[in-house]
T-cell receptor, first 113, second 113 residues
Framework: DVKVTQSSRYLVKRTGEKVFLECVQD?????MFWYRQDPGLGLRLIYF???????EKGDIPEGYSVSREKKERFSLILESASTNQTSMYLC????????????FGPGTRLTVL | KNQVEQSPQSLIILEGKNCTLQ??????????LRWYKQDTGRGPVSLTI?????NTKSNGRYTATLDADTKQSSLHITASQLSDSASYIC????????????FGRGTSLIVHP
């Protein structure tokens, strides 16, 4: 069964902290994605990766960075968390090409105080 | 810029009733259109995929239609159940293989007993 897991379901951090969100998929997918989801705005793409050590900016990369050292793992990093980064973060993976079905993790609800 | 617009933003219906959700898009050139269902607190899951040559596709009580000429799609839910309460997201992918899908903001459906 297809599975995408995220390291935490709920996370509370303070302004200025460095935050790591981790995502692992067990489907040997080439593509991995990080989205944030806010009420009324839907899912917005932060970064995606189509191969190990490869990354591409999405629509809203400011304030975020990513790391993909292994095929199955894709990390989202908030270098200095701010209150406007309070959101639901969703990770997804898919086969190449990118119009294939995306399989999503359960999400991490991050609150920055 | 590629856009996907969904309507209505939210919908409340009684259990057993039918409903139709709409999706209009400007994505071009077109590859496929997917409808995802997102239950509260979970990641989206694909319900249907439609390509350019397909007009209608069913998945149980869910029926999706596509008019590629007018760039419109609909998702019809028959005999709604309480478990249909969720957000429904329309996602359109451009052709080319390496391009990123465009997500609609979703329609929030609530089914009341």
């Amino acid at each position: 069964d297809v599975k995408v897991t995220q390291s935490s379901r709920y996370l509370v951090k303070r302004t200025g902290e460095k935050v790591f969100l981790e995502c692992v998929q067990d489907m040997d997918h080439e593509n991995m994605f990080w989205y944030r989801q806010d009420p009324g705005l839907g899912l917005r793409l932060i970064y995606f990766s189509y191969d190990v050590k490869m990354k591409e900016k999405g629509d809203i990369p400011e304030g975020y960075s990513v790391s993909r050292e292994k095929k199955e793992r894709f990390s989202l990093i908030l270098e200095s968390a701010s209150t406007n980064q309070t959101s639901m973060y969703l990770c997804a993976s898919s086969l190449i090409p990118t119009d294939n079905e995306q399989f999503f993790g359960p999400g991490t609800r991050l609150t920055v105080l | 810029k590629n856009q996907v617009e969904q309507s209505p933003q939210s919908l409340i219906i009684l259990e057993g009733k039918n409903c139709t959700l709409q999706c209009n898009y400007t994505v071009s050139p077109f590859s496929n259109l997917r409808w995802y269902k997102q239950d509260t607190g979970r990641g989206p899951v694909s319900l249907t995929i439609m390509t350019f040559s397909e007009n209608t596709k069913s998945n149980g009580r869910y029926t999706a239609t596509l008019d590629a000429d007018t760039k419109q799609s609909s998702l019809h839910i028959t005999a709604s159940q309480l478990s249909d309460s969720a957000s429904y997201i329309c996602v359109v992918s451009p052709s080319g293989g390496s391009y990123i899908p465009t997500f609609g903001r979703g329609t929030s459906l609530i089914v009341h007993p």
